[in-house]
């Protein structure tokens, strides 16, 4: 199987026709005239591997079941990626052995990240790595098998979210509880699996010389513009200037809907007796999103329409894999949304928050070398969380989006509120994490993960009444697959809804040249820094109570407006 014309005799599953390639690049002389070219030659492969790689998640996740799809990411994962990570570390190697400094601006950070994955590369990890991306996959299985019985008729998890936005009480508590004694049932499983996981990060990190997984994770991240320490500040500035605003939001919600104390089946319903449902199949969500992506900026819908020929699989049906996400397939040139679509409006809102992913991809491929596309993930989030707000103005049908007026202002004021929620839950999740690999004890339990888990919901998230769900509440680090998956990646989203909150701003007085100076940092990829990135979309760079608490008080004035 060949995937680029440059490379046609490869196949990304025997590892036989890949070496000859990664030899030619190693036997290669170059020097300061030659390293651009070789530079590029190395780009177009790594690109032949990463769509393969891309492809063959896709199909995984597409059908948890099919069995030969998981026998090809398998032998991608256990033979594939360790012998290309090995052949990464020596081609680093040899790059960095003759390049004093950086070839030239654009490639100052790639440099930069070189030398850093070349400092803690160790051929004994590889292995282990690939063993962590099996076990998360089994994550995957696991949640993505998961089905409740409503109605007699056996639904996703997906759908049964959905139906937490109903306004009878008691269906909602009743479908609640089917989805958390779905988790409950695995729980066991699910503790076994993560204390699986976690002496094997630990030993990455021992192996590396460090003395937390943390330490070693913030490198690998390429965490170069903010510290452990700066997200405790996050979270502090959360605490203070967030959660009482969240609190406010929570006390009207429960004043609305009538109840002595919002439970949690509580927190998702709608306060209007009638949840938004704006679109009844996947074709009018695509149809629907093509005229609002169109109305944002007629190249970002032109985008949108080339994915629209076999780049986009949003429904959501048995054995699929949960939650959403955009990959990219970089020899074709086309991004990819996978999602489980069920008829919500957080389902309008994940496509518009992929569909910014995917913008990120396209506007940076004028990038020529593969690793100085898309950019570190706290801005590919910006990109993504951006999207969300700079679409609201078109919610409207008079617009191109699905509703009538009051309704579109209604779905605007509801993304709002989301953001604000958001903020605690994010501080939870990255909280949580921390403690784990930083600070538990080399024996911790499940049971201490649990305790850790309500403690912190507890400090974030006050105003939800858990009486009597001791179970539920403290295993929903359990209902978080980052945690499993893709360790500390969380705190980026908090970061990046900031960056998106201050796009937005400018957006309010001016979306034309909002829009345009966001396409202008999606543009540069991963050729600047964080605080560089922001700069050039118009923001900056920051996360004190100052820009968190300006932030709240914007949203706060808007919701004003629009709840008028």
Known sequence: ??????????????????????????????????????????????????????????AVTENTADEAAEQRFNRFVEVIMPKASVAEQALKQKLLAVVDGAPGDDTALLMQRFRTEVDIFREENVAIESKLDLLGNQYNKIAGGMTVQWQGEEITIPRAQSLLEEPDRDSRQLVWQQMMDCFL???????????????????????????????????????????????????????????PVASQIYRDLQSKLGVDSLRPWDVYADPHGQPLRPFSDVADLETGAQRIFDQVDPQLGNHFRAMRDGYLDLASRANKAPGGYCS??????????????????????????????????????????????DG????????????????????????GGFYSDADARRAYADQLRKTVL???YMAVVDAFQHWVYAEAPEAVTAADMDRRWRE??????????????????ETGWHRKG?????????????????????????????????????????????????????????????????????????IQEQLAVLDA
């Not at 199987?1 to 026709?17: A, E, F």
């Not at 890949?18 to 690049?25: E, G, N, R």
């Not at 036997?27 to 300061?32: K, L, T």
């Not at 993930?377 to 103005?393: G, K, Q």
């Open 482 to 554: 980052h945690i499993f998956e893709a360790p500390f990646y969380y705190i980026e989203y908090g970061l990046a809804q900031l960056g998106a909150l201050q796009v937005w701003r400018n957006a309010l007085n001016d979306q034309t040249q909002s829009v345009a100076a966001y396409r202008s940092a999606l543009a540069l990829g991963y050729t600047r820094s964080l605080p560089q990135l922001f700069a050039s979309a118009g923001t900056r760079f920051a996360f004190d109570r100052q820009i968190v608490g300006q932030l709240m008080a914007l």
């Open 1 to 58: 199987m060949s995937t680029n014309g440059k490379y046609p005799h490869i196949d990304p599953l025997d590892w036989d026709t890949i070496q000859p390639h990664v030899d030619a690049l190693l036997d290669a002389h170059i020097d300061s005239e030659a390293v651009s070219g070789w530079l590029q030659r190395w780009s177009d492969l790594n690109a032949v591997l990463q769509e393969a790689g891309a492809r063959i998640y896709r």
């Open 422 to 424: 958001f903020f605690p």
């Open 456 to 473: 912190l919901t507890d400090r974030f998230m006050p105003d939800v009444n858990w009486d009597g769900l001791q179970n539920e509440q």
């Open 185 to 243: 049932t695995q729980r066991g499983a699910l503790n076994d699996l993560y204390l699986e996981m976690l002496p094997l990060r630990r030993e990455l990190a021992a192996n590396a010389g460090f003395a937390s997984y943390r330490d070693l994770r913030w490198l690998q991240l390429s965490r170069f513009d903010y510290t452990p320490a700066d997200c405790f500040t996050f979270h502090d500035a959360i605490e203070a200037e967030v959660v």
């Open 328 to 373: 990219g397939f970089p020899v074709s040139g086309h991004p990819y949304i996978f999602m489980n679509a069920v008829g919500t409006h957080d389902n309008l809102t994940t496509l518009l928050h992929e569909g910014g992913h995917a913008f990120h991809f396209m506007e940076s491929q004028r990038q020529p070398l593969i690793w100085n596309q």
């Open 376 to 399: 570190p993930m706290e801005f590919c989030e910006v990109a993504s969380m951006s999207m969300e707000l700079l679409s609201a103005p078109y919610l409207a049908r008079d617009k």
